[in-house]
């Protein structure tokens, strides 16, 4: 095997390992994702007469720090 050839293993060998790293941490994100919505879901499904009350406190206290 000639130098370059193992310079080019050595160099590339680090990269391939990280692919299945990159996958799990984008899978991680994802269901990340679709805990949070599920969570959301739920909320507006039990508290919809309640949903607009919870924004307009919302705005009202963003409102009162800004102005």
Do not use: C, F, H
């Not at 370059?4 to 391939?16: E, F, G, H, I, S």
């Not at 799990?24 to 919809?48: F, K, P, Q, R």
């Amino acid at each position: 095997m000639g130098k370059l050839t193992k310079l080019y293993v050595k160099w590339t060998q680090p990269v391939r390992n990280e692919r299945g790293a990159q996958s799990l941490e984008w899978l991680g994100v994802a269901a990340l994702l679709i805990l949070v919505l599920g969570i959301i879901s739920s909320a507006l499904n039990d508290n919809s007469d309640g949903i607009t009350d919870i924004i307009k406190n919302i705005i009202n206290k963003i409102s009162n720090m800004v102005g």
